[in-house]
């Protein structure tokens, strides 16, 4: 806070008023660059913007906003960015600084209302996916990657492919040196129980990914956080000196918490907020004399963004650390800055500028067409993806493990059933089993694919790659190790008990149970895409999986499931009903068991039981059940894919009819 007098402020304000009005003269010149626009690069304006944020109730992901106790974040913010310069936003905790970073990038939440215009080179346009690069405080990562495969891979999916791969590597690898990392080049990210990256570390190899195609417009939450002052002043200086290959500056706004002063002077202009108002707009040459004509000059050999903040922060009440009782509280600190700045020559320049970029008659920015085809894109992330499940001790060897040990506690249990009477209830237990509690732990790989969901999430957003390339590699990384683990599990649950002899049973039966862990997983993948939260997307898909074992038949005949609803239509979709049937004829047709406990004649045929004890749809072959399973696989990653691109489109309808309702 302010150490300074009330009184002396009073007395002095005459004085103020004076150095206000000899500043204002000459700021007009000394603050603004030339304001002639140019049509290379992105012109970034914005004026009387006001976000409005709402309580709300989540569901889904989205959010339904309340018309009441609407709080205003941002109030009538005016301000501009332009080509080949660094505008640093800077402010307290809560002050706005994150909101209008997503307002810009076009990545508002549905509870927020926005008003007021934000122009891209004179128009307004929605900012689509991958038409900017944006680095957030979340380090959503690959962990099981080490550096060096991190960068490169997304060097591999970003880079055009006019470049061949080892000038890919090249550069992946130089920016990562440029960025500090090289002793830490073959480290992993992230290690399970042990320790991997630091978080300042993670944070630069965020940067090292989004810079790597140069981008002509790029935002950064707080890229210093958890950095030391020599590596902030490093980072920030190759981040304002970025060029992209094709010779366009890249305009660049970032928000930043507390820069040292040689950080400081890397800036061009400089945004101060407080409480969602303008402070200050400016050039930084011109900061410094701004808040000492209003009675706040920095201290020598103090940093000047230490004192701006200090100066501008009223969490704390008045500033006692020299025993000012009198002090200026900090709300009145606040509004003699907000009023001075609004009266100033300063704010009237930044008001010339923003009309001149709003004038400008510049092309749309477009969303960047990826250089790297889709071949290229599956082929890349194919490999990443088996990487990370193969180092993922969650994802395939603790599953692994598991279904190991389940299907040796079963085959223990039901050890050489034989073809007595008691048999053909101890074969039903066998498979009842099998179709419900070893494919419900296939659950296990949740977690990961969430993990996963978050770097999609965040390489789509910053126009990595497309929804139908991660889809296909996901796919296909998956099947080797969703294939080894039945394939073990298969062998030990269906040789040891003693199930129907022959090669083509077993075939079948092991067909069946890796059917059925593809279409969990795929069912689990539609969920993530709805519930990103992995604890709540497992509870929302065990109740799936419960509710559809309990219609499938396998506690109940399907004579007596109740009609409505639970028979048509969950009977006929759930998965368990046919997972259940097909090994159920795969079993017992041409077997032959006796009719009593005492065995010998009289001997009925497998096929008696099916009809009579289990009810089993007889009229369709054991393979048409398996052909259903595997369109069910499909069916669910379609709708996924579906989902996806409908939250794209729906997502900016949302904000607008919220901004449009509050209106």
């Not at 800077?90 to 122009?119: E, V």
């Not at 890349?380 to 990370?388: H, M």
Request: charged share 15%; net charge neutral; hydrophobic share 45%.
């Amino acid at each position: 806070m302010a150490s300074f007098h009330h009184s002396e402020c009073l007395h002095r304000g005459p004085e103020i008023q004076a150095q206000v009005e000899t500043i204002n003269s000459t700021l007009g010149v000394n603050t603004g660059e030339s304001c002639s626009i140019v049509d290379d690069g992105v012109f970034l304006a914005w004026k009387d913007l006001w976000i409005t944020c709402y309580p709300n109730v989540v569901f889904l992901q989205y959010t339904v906003p309340s018309r009441k106790n609407g709080r205003s974040i941002l109030q009538g913010l005016v301000g501009y960015a332009r080509p080949g310069q660094l505008l640093a936003i800077m402010g307290p905790s809560g002050s706005g600084k994150s909101t209008l970073l997503d307002a810009l990038a076009g990545r508002l939440g549905p509870h927020t209302r926005q008003a007021g215009d934000i122009l891209i080179n004179g128009q307004k346009q929605t900012m689509a996916y991958g038409t900017s690069v944006y680095v957030t405080q979340d380090d959503a990562l690959t962990q099981t990657l080490t550096v060096r495969e991190a960068v490169c891979y997304s060097a591999q999916l970003q880079l055009p492919d006019t470049m061949s791969r080892s000038e890919k590597n090249e550069r992946a690898e130089m920016t990562i040196k440029e960025m500090g990392l090289q002793d830490a080049m073959d480290t992993r990210i992230g290690r399970w129980g042990g320790k991997g990256l630091s978080g300042g570390e993670k944070r630069r190899v965020r940067i090292c990914i989004e810079i790597l195609k140069r981008p002509k417009l790029l935002f950064l939450d707080e890229p210093t956080s958890g950095l030391d002052s020599a590596a902030s002043y490093h980072v920030m200086n190759r981040i304002a000196s970025l060029n992209p290959t094709d010779g366009i500056k890249t305009t660049i706004i970032a928000s930043i918490h507390q820069p040292s002063n040689e950080v400081f002077q890397l800036f061009h202009n400089l945004f101060l907020l407080s409480e969602g108002k303008t402070v200050y707009f400016g050039a930084i040459s011109a900061v410094n004399e701004f808040f000492a004509s209003n009675g706040f000059p920095c201290p020598a050999l103090q940093n000047p963004s230490h004192h701006f903040l200090k100066t501008i922060n009223k969490d704390f009440g008045k500033d006692i650390e020299h025993g000012f009782v009198d002090a200026i509280a900090g709300e009145e600190v606040i509004n003699i800055l907000v009023n001075s700045y609004k009266s100033s020559d300063i704010f009237q320049h930044v008001q010339r500028e923003v009309v001149q970029i709003c004038k400008q008659d510049g092309k749309a920015v477009e969303k960047k067409k990826t250089h790297v085809n889709l071949f290229t894109q599956i082929h890349v992330l194919t490999r990443r993806s088996f990487i990370n499940m193969y180092r993922d001790p969650g994802y395939f060897w603790l599953r692994l493990a598991w279904y190991i040990a389940l299907a040796l506690s079963l085959a223990t249990i039901y050890n050489n059933i034989g073809l007595s009477y008691h048999s053909i209830y101890e074969r039903g237990s066998v498979l009842v089993f099998i179709t419900t509690i070893l494919t419900l732990m296939t659950l296990g790989g949740f977690p990961s694919f969430v993990e996963e969901m978050k770097v999609f999430e965040r390489e789509r957003l910053n126009g990595h790659y497309g929804v139908i390339a991660f889809l296909f590699a996901n796919t296909v990384s998956a099947l080797p190790f969703l294939a080894v683990i039945s394939l073990i599990s298969g062998v030990v649950s269906y040789y040891i008990p003693g199930l129907h002899r022959g090669f083509d049973h077993f075939l079948f039966y092991f067909l069946t149970l890796f059917a059925c862990m593809m279409l969990i997983e795929s069912l689990m993948m539609v969920v993530a895409s709805l519930v990103p939260n992995f604890v709540m997307g497992i509870i929302i898909g065990i109740g799936i999986q419960g509710l559809m074992a309990l219609v499938a038949g396998l506690f109940i005949s399907p004579l007596d499931i109740p009609k409505p609803v639970l028979k048509y239509p969950l009977h006929h979709i759930s998965f368990h009903k046919y997972a259940f049937q097909g090994l159920l004829k795969n079993e017992f047709q041409g077997l032959t068991f006796p009719i009593s406990e005492a065995g010998g004649p009289p001997i009925l045929p497998g096929e008696y039981f099916l009809r009579n004890m289990w009810h089993v749809e007889m009229e369709i072959s054991k393979w048409v059940d398996l052909a259903i399973l595997l369109a069910m696989v499909v069916f669910y990653r379609f709708l996924f894919l579906i989902i996806i691109k409908t939250k794209e489109k729906v997502k900016p309808i949302i904000v607008k009819f919220v901004s449009v309702l509050y209106e």
